[in-house]
């Protein structure tokens, strides 16, 4: 079966970067931001970017693009006989599967938020009447399961349009509306009275403030969010490798992804930090930020509905962006392990990862009970401590290893090679 081919480089940039633009982004970074003390935080988060987050993306487009195929067998394609580099293909095809489990989750809570906010659901609520809103969601399994599986089913239905005409097209639409209203977000948070301050906090590095939360942890956790922010080590990013042409160089396209990827980061932050101080919020109030705090704030904005909804329509299509792009690995492993079509393995993926997602979606409420990592916890802490602090890292290192040693593929040691002596 001949490989599918992306129709543009635009196409290529926008995917991968919809793959790492997500809940991490726009969600994880800006409360995590305000946890570690502003700005110094940034600068680290930068810098780790560069040093290790650029150098990985490029070692697994190249064995993407080397292989022309999904995780699951391009380590089989590259390795030398006699070697077990594939077993992560593996690993990789576990790893997104299990970032499935609980993103699709997640990205329904997205989705249904943009329609409260739509239809004016926390209009007139105080504080604990908005909190209510959110656990009650928690606590309705019907609920969960619905907005669920109308993200999982959307997200095949793409898929199973084909790699051009559906994965890559509506990738493209939905990356410039995101662009677009996150922009329009930033301005009107930065315009508020006091947006300003927010800025100060959230941008202008801060040795004091570091220093009282802790110099190690901010260091620790800065490395933590640029390494995790690319969704780099389970072949998320190697599968578009597989499917752009040798004429492009992988390290800028990889520096173009990461550029976009940090702005969408930055500027959620531009939303969150100037529109939190205008209103008097604590910037550093964790993952409830986004569910409980911001509707609180939209509340007692000029035209908040509207604001509010355009937030959560934004959330959404950052979620849906990295749903599209996993599901897109997750097809093209059935296709190259299995040899399905393409119809074939999205009609098995629809019911399997529905299938998968629902313990998460349970965690909250009939399976509450269990609480795998201590009190307060559910299966989604589970299943993403599987993928952040096992996986992901272990899949980079394994990519780290596999193009750099000559114990397996050696691309540095055959560049090398290959380039004129000079002089």
């Not at 490029?58 to 590259?78: C, P």
């Not at 410039?176 to 927010?198: N, P, Q």
């Not at 101080?277 to 409830?288: C, E, T």
């Not at 007692?300 to 996993?326: C, D, K, N, Q, Y």
């Amino acid at each position: 079966m001949e490989r599918e081919k992306l129709g543009s480089r635009m196409g290529f940039i926008l995917l991968s970067a919809g793959c790492a633009i997500g809940i991490g982004n726009v969600w994880r970074f800006p409360y995590i931001t305000g946890m570690y003390g502003g700005g110094m935080f940034v600068v680290l988060y930068l810098f780790f970017l560069v040093a290790m987050g650029v150098p990985v993306m490029t070692m697994e487009f190249a064995v993407g693009r080397a292989s022309r195929k999904s995780v699951v067998k391009s380590f089989t394609e590259l390795e030398k006989p006699g070697q077990k580099w594939h077993l992560h293909g593996y690993l990789g095809m576990l790893g997104n599967y299990v970032l499935m489990m609980f993103y699709t989750t997640v990205a329904g809570w997205m989705l249904y938020y943009f329609y409260l906010m739509l239809t004016g659901t926390f209009a007139g609520k105080d504080t604990d009447q908005v909190a209510g809103v959110f656990q009650g969601m928690l606590e309705d399994p019907v609920v969960l399961t619905v907005c669920m599986v109308i993200i999982v089913t959307a997200g095949i239905i793409v898929c199973s349009m084909g790699l051009q005409k559906g994965v890559e097209n509506i990738t493209k639409v939905m990356m410039v509306l995101l662009l677009l209203i996150i922009i329009v977000l930033a301005v009107r948070g930065m315009t508020l009275e006091g947006g300003m301050d927010g800025v100060k906090f959230y941008l202008v590095p801060d040795m004091r403030r570091m220093r009282d939360t802790g110099i190690l942890e901010t260091v620790v956790a800065a490395m933590n969010q640029a390494f995790f922010t690319l969704s780099l080590g389970i072949g998320s990013m190697a599968i578009f490798g597989s499917y752009i042409d040798k004429k492009h160089t992988l390290l800028g396209e990889s520096v173009n992804i990461a550029i976009l990827d940090t702005f969408v980061a930055i500027v959620s932050g531009l939303i969150i930090f100037p529109t939190c101080f205008a209103f008097g919020i604590s910037p550093d109030n964790g993952p409830r930020l986004i569910f409980i705090t911001l509707p609180n704030v939209f509340n007692r904005m000029a035209a908040g509905r509207i604001w509010g909804a355009l937030f959560f329509m934004f959330m959404t299509f950052a979620a849906f962006s990295t749903i599209l792009a996993v599901f897109e690995n997750i097809i093209s492993c059935g296709m190259d392990l299995f040899h399905w079509d393409r119809k074939k393995s999205c009609l098995i993926n629809l019911a399997l990862i529905i299938l998968l997602s629902m313990p998460c979606v349970l965690g909250f409420n009939l399976w509450s009970g269990f609480q795998p990592l201590g009190e307060g916890s559910a299966v989604l802490d589970l299943e993403d401590f599987i993928v952040s602090n096992v996986l992901l890292p272990i899949g980079a290192l394994i990519y780290l290893l596999f193009c750099v040693t000559k114990f397996g593929w050696g691309l540095i040691s055959t560049c090398r090679r290959q380039i004129p002596a000079m002089g």
